[in-house]
């Protein structure tokens, strides 16, 4: 009979579970017996299994022999009444080769929604943020920039090309974050009261000494940098003329070869020689250029004084020299100040009253031919960073002095702002060079008069004629660039070049003419500034390049891997659902779309695009997937269906998502996100209230259906629940406490908490802030221990046990010495310095090195158990309950499945006691009910502790608060969270959602702000104090990790959403209660104390806990796909407001790659679960196999 019924793979009584595995359910039996019929089996054949059957528990798991290694599944059909009898898959010899093929299938298709994320990131990105067009073109002597004679006077002198040059050597002190104000001296806010005091102001004082003493020789200007305020940016606008765009942020750690024209250039091919010292970025930007130089490394912030000082050991001597033509000196002490200190330091006070010495030793050195130079790149916020366009970052001092008189007028009341590109024409000219090819610069007309008139009008005629060899050359460059590029406005651009036309007409007939024509040559002066400068608002307009095509189709593509996600977390926990064969026809299809679409680019002569090569081919293996599990299995769901976020969630998610289109909420995400948290988290409370699901989950209904009465007080329940709810917005509160202001809400003032314990002024608030991270660090520590303790998980021998006993508080203590080490550096003995620089070297990567070893440990050995192993028959205390007529009702099954298995192991091992002198090895394995939690809490603590390394030190208070909110959350989760057995298992919209918000409060409240200024660059020097060297990629690993530490470590722990309702489930021993039967059984009775099952549940339904994890994974990619989704259409809808570069494109940019990082984390974090379900696995076998020899 059964072999009949297996080879009827239509037989009414088949169940299909799914994965290929059908199941006979056989309606009477002489005896016990389990079928199973599979694919891995032969075809049409019954593999009929004669072993005992085991039951595992969290207490103990026992296993007799007789196992066959073929077996998966137990079906087992029971003598007595005839019904059809569904008991619980067994956990036993699994078939390997299928459960690998399952996780693999699952890991496969999250990497393959990742890569659509992916490309559609890619693709928008490719159309969002594109560089300009940048022109290879030179100008050159031989070359005027126009028609027309060149200025007078220019001809037949010597130096002289477009313009006879007025000075042959230039010293250029470029003073890195040199902000306007810091030259700035101390002044008052009215008359009678005292001056201002602040560190900075007043400590330049020999500039002003020498203004007011020589006010014909010497000018300050408010130079105006464009953004991004990023050094390397600075640089190259100082150097070309020209503007960079705001992708050209990204490559401040790689800096690339300039390949415009540029004023470095142009000196070199004039046969000038220029030695350079200072920043080793030039050394990228400039290679081969320099006739001498002297690099020092830049990148270490925290170093104030290697740079200035390795300069001034060359600098004067090299001044004294003649072996120069341009001498630039590039220091970076005040900036690396800012960044470790800020500006109102007294560091700040001493290192400005070094540069103002170093400017007053130039001076004294200079002769009448040279021009001094000194100017800031950019400026500095109040916390010290740039990078952005606020007021203070882009406004920089620009001092220009000659030992000859070279202002005509007297000093003004106020200095005068010019536009920091203006620099570049005025000083090629001043040289007697050619103004670089794409300069947009104007050039400062002030510069040009002649300060001893010989015959009127000169002057203005001089300033005429600088002006219009200026607009003849960035009119050549807008024809140039417009017949290459077409980004410019062509209305504006007719506009401009009629303009220019009329004034260079009005300029060639003054040259004519030119007595007698004052009011004539002001109206040239102002017809060419208006053109220069309406060029200047042209270029920063247009040069917002969108290709709209890419941005609608990166959208496009998100959007549609969002939909996938939500469609396929639905299905994937039906039976049925086969999404790996439904994954590898279209895999084939978007591979053959790419290679075509890469053919016929190539046929055509265009060169392939990767980004486009990488959205064909996920747009290719998309929509057939869509087609074909829509036509094989959407059809048949009903409407309402696709769309089963619940109510609330969906109304949270639309409120995240419109709130990306407002500025403004962007700009106050960090207050507006704990508010949504505390507010969703208020709604689970309220949800469980009204549901009635205040208890911890217990295993489907037995208790309720056998102690309606005795439930307890609700009382209590309702205070279990509110109490998480109250302790969770008390985390979020505290953890509001460490937040960074955004530079666009100036009344707010950041948490002082999150600048490092070195820039601490007074020890006793430092020892005791110190004495707090420490305990911090400690009870972080304390906790992990505790929570491995209460699981019994702490007890296992194996090696990442030992690792959490032992290494652990290693990590401790290394962290704790070089937080105090780096405290504290400044203040070391000068004997000890050496050793303490080392010891800084040492203790951060001994902690990184000690976090990778547990890791692997935990990767090797991850299943953290307790294996007792002795002879004789296993101890019982089952008593069978007689259970008379068939099963009304779920509990019914619940109850009579394990008296089954109970009864079944004493008859086998009552048989085998009369077989054999000795009874058969019994084995207990301890722990295993949170085998699965205890390793994610372990990874997840290794992870944290070098993560913690790279923030400052009072941010270890906010990993306490992490992980005591996020283990609050989860059980105020689990609380409402229904256990199903067999399956299928999973984690409701709620759970994501509110994951997924609190990795975005957790990331403002470890101080981050999602735009550049408010990156931790400090973060590049933890364990490398002296810089890199030439690597760019770690330093970039090293900022990435603590920027997006929060994301990481979220995503790596999101699968504890889907185990830490069966880790709730009730510890310790509870008592087994018999059903309602007849009226003689209607008492409830105890017959036996038994221990949950807890994560081992997941084990008995393999297919569902795969599906599980994959339906975690896809709405966790959901949740976090419409966040991006909403900053890519928020980017793309308002790319020309306002404020689409201060605010929407870096929220954007840090969108994308919090979205990679998570993704990445995820996919570790679930990877993980397999690996330690693996385990597992092969440890059941390795019992199996021990037994049968």
Not at 153 to 170: D, N
Not at 339 to 358: R, T
Not at 457 to 482: D, E, G, K
Not at 671 to 678: E, Q
Request: aromatic residues 10%; glycine residues 8%; proline residues 7%.
């Amino acid at each position: 009979m059964c072999k009949s019924l297996c080879s009827t793979p239509k037989d009414p009584d088949s169940v299909d579970l799914g994965w290929g595995l059908e199941i006979s359910i056989l309606n009477s039996c002489s005896r016990l017996m389990p079928v199973i019929c599979g694919p891995h089996l032969q075809k049409h054949r019954c593999n009929w299994w004669r072993g005992t059957l085991h039951w595992v528990g969290y207490g103990a798991v026992y296993l007799l022999e007789g196992f066959q290694e073929e077996v998966i599944l137990a079906w087992l059909c029971i003598e007595g009444p005839e019904y059809p009898l569904v008991l619980y898959p067994t956990v036993m010899n699994s078939l390997p080769a299928t459960s690998r093929m399952q996780k693999i299938s699952v890991l496969l298709f999250l990497a393959w929604v990742g890569f659509l994320f992916y490309a559609g990131i890619a693709l928008f990105t490719s159309g969002f943020l594109l560089t300009r067009l940048e022109l290879t073109n030179h100008s050159s002597c031989q070359e005027p920039p126009g028609p027309g004679s060149l200025p007078w006077g220019s001809q037949g002198k010597p130096g002289a090309c477009w313009m006879p040059s007025r000075f042959s050597r230039l010293v250029l002190v470029l003073i890195d974050a040199l902000r306007f104000d810091f030259a700035q001296p101390q002044h008052s806010h009215g008359p009678g009261e005292p001056p201002v005091s602040l560190p900075f102001l007043g400590k330049l004082d020999y500039l002003q000494r020498i203004l007011e003493i020589q006010p014909h020789h010497a000018r300050l200007y408010q130079s105006k940098a464009d953004p991004p305020t990023t050094t390397m940016q600075r640089l190259k606008a100082l150097t070309t003329g020209s503007l960079p765009t705001f992708i050209d942020a990204g490559s401040n750690f790689a800096s690339y070869a300039i390949v415009e024209d540029n004023l470095i250039k142009q000196l070199a091919s004039a046969g000038r020689r220029v030695v350079f010292m200072g920043d080793d970025t030039w050394k990228d930007l400039f290679p081969g250029v320099f006739s001498q130089a002297f690099f020092f490394p830049s990148f270490n912030v925290r170093d104030l004084h290697t740079v200035d000082n390795g300069i001034l050991e060359h600098l004067y001597p090299t001044m004294d020299s003649s072996e120069w033509d341009m001498l630039i000196a590039h220091f970076l002490g005040v900036d690396h100040c800012g960044h470790k200190h800020g500006p109102h330091h007294p560091e700040m006070a001493k290192k400005l009253s070094q540069m103002d010495q170093v400017i007053q030793g130039l001076v004294d050195r200079l002769e009448n031919d040279t021009l001094l130079v000194v100017i800031g790149d950019h400026g500095m916020t109040m916390t010290g960073d740039h990078g952005g366009d606020s007021e203070l970052e882009i406004s920089a001092a620009l001092f220009l002095y000659s030992p000859t008189a070279l202002f005509p007028s007297a000093l003004p009341q106020e200095p005068e702002i010019v536009p920091q590109i203006n620099l570049v024409p005025t000083l090629a000219l001043l040289l007697g060079l050619p103004i670089p090819f794409g300069n947009i610069g104007e050039v400062m007309v002030e510069l040009f008069s002649v300060v001893e008139d010989p015959q009127p009008h000169s002057s203005a005629l001089a300033q005429a004629s600088a002006l219009h060899l200026n607009a003849q050359q960035v009119s050549r460059f807008l024809h140039t660039y417009s017949a290459a590029a077409q980004d410019l406005q062509i209305k504006e651009l007719h506009r401009l070049q009629n303009l220019f036309s009329k004034a260079s007409a009005d300029y060639q007939r003054l040259l004519q003419s030119p007595q007698g024509a004052e009011a004539a040559l002001q109206t040239v002066i102002t017809e060419l500034q208006q053109f220069l400068r309406g060029v200047r608002a042209m270029c920063i307009e247009s040069w917002a390049r969108f290709s709209l095509v890419r941005m609608a189709g990166g959208a496009a593509l998100m959007a549609a891997a969002c939909f996938l996600c939500l469609l396929v977390s639905q299905w994937v926990t039906s039976p049925g659902f086969y999404f790996c064969p439904l994954l590898l026809t279209p895999m084939a299809y978007g591979l053959a779309g790419a290679i075509v679409c890469a053919g016929l680019l190539t046929a055509t002569g265009l060169k392939p695009d990767p980004v486009v090569l990488g959205a064909m081919a996920a747009v290719g293996s998309l929509l057939p997937f869509l087609w074909k599990a829509w036509a094989g299995w959407g059809s048949k769901r009903p409407p309402a269906a696709l769309l089963p976020i619940p109510g609330p969630v969906l109304l949270f998610l639309l409120i995240r998502f419109a709130a990306f289109f407002s500025d403004s909420f962007v700009v106050a995400e960090a207050r507006a996100t704990p508010f949504l948290l505390g507010s969703f988290i208020l709604l689970l409370v309220a949800q469980l209230h009204w549901e009635g699901k205040l208890l911890p989950p217990k295993l489907l209904t037995i208790p309720r259906f056998c102690l309606s009465a005795s439930t307890g007080p609700p009382r209590h329940n309702g205070t279990h629940a509110l109490g998480l709810g109250v302790g969770l917005l008390l985390c979020i509160r505290l953890a509001g406490l460490f937040h960074r202001c955004p530079e666009e809400t100036p009344a707010c003032h950041s948490s002082p908490w999150l600048s490092p314990l070195a820039s601490m002024v007074g020890g006793r608030a430092k020892n005791l802030w110190y004495g707090a991270c420490v305990g911090a660090l400690v009870a972080l520590l304390v906790a992990v221990r505790l929570w491995l303790r209460r699981y019994s998980n702490l007890k296992s021998p194996e090696p990442s046990v030992l690792f959490v006993r032992w290494g652990l508080p290693l990590m401790v203590l290394g962290t704790a010495a070089y937080w105090a080490l780096a405290s504290g550096a400044d203040e070391a003995p000068p004997r000890l310095r050496a050793l303490v620089a080392g010891a800084s070297v040492v203790l951060p990567r001994a902690v990184a090195g000690l976090a990778a070893s547990g890791l692997m440990l935990l990767l090797w050995r991850p299943v953290t158990v307790l294996v007792k192993a002795t002879t004789g028959a296993p101890r019982t205390r089952t008593v069978l309950t007689p259970f008379s007529g068939p099963p009304t009702s779920r509990a019914d099954l619940d109850y009579v499945v394990p008296q089954i298995y109970r009864h079944m192991q004493e008859e086998f091992r009552g048989r085998l006691e009369r077989t054999k002198s000795q009874g058969p090895l019994t084995v207990a394995a301890y722990q295993l009910g949170s085998v699965y939690s205890a390793a994610m809490v372990t990874a997840l603590t290794l992870l944290a502790f070098p993560l913690l390394l790279l923030h400052a030190e009072r941010i270890s208070l906010v990993f306490l608060l992490l992980f005591l909110q996020s283990f609050l959350l989860l059980h105020l989760l689990a609380a409402g969270i229904s256990i199903t057995t067999p399956g299928p298992f999973t984690v409701p919209w709620q759970a994501v959602s509110a994951w997924a918000l609190m990795a975005t409060q957790t990331f403002y409240s470890t101080g981050h702000q999602p735009v550049f200024p408010a990156i931790h660059w400090h973060a590049a020097f933890v364990g490398f104090p002296e810089g890199h060297g030439s690597s760019t990629w770690l330093p970039a690993l090293l900022v990435g990790a603590n920027t997006f530490a929060s994301h990481l470590l979220f995503a790596v722990g999101c699968p504890l959403l889907l185990l830490w309702p069966f880790l709730c489930e009730s510890q310790g021993p509870r008592k087994k209660w018999h059903p309602l039967g007849n009226e003689t059984e209607s008492r409830v009775k105890p017959e036996e104390e038994e221990e949950p099952l807890m994560e081992m549940r997941l084990r008995d339904a393999p297919h569902h806990f795969n599906a599980a994890l994959l339906q975690l994974g896809l709405k966790y990619f959901f949740v976090l796909g419409i966040q991006i989704l909403a900053c890519a259409l928020a980017a793309s809808i308002l790319r020309r407001h306002l404020m689409v570069w201060k605010v929407f494109a870096p929220k954007f940019i840090f969108e994308a790659v919090g979205f990679i990082v998570s993704s990445v984390g995820l996919f570790l974090g679930i990877a993980l679960v397999m690996r330690v379900d693996g385990a597992v696995s092969s440890w059941f076998r390795q019992l199996v196999l021990a037994q049968q020899r």
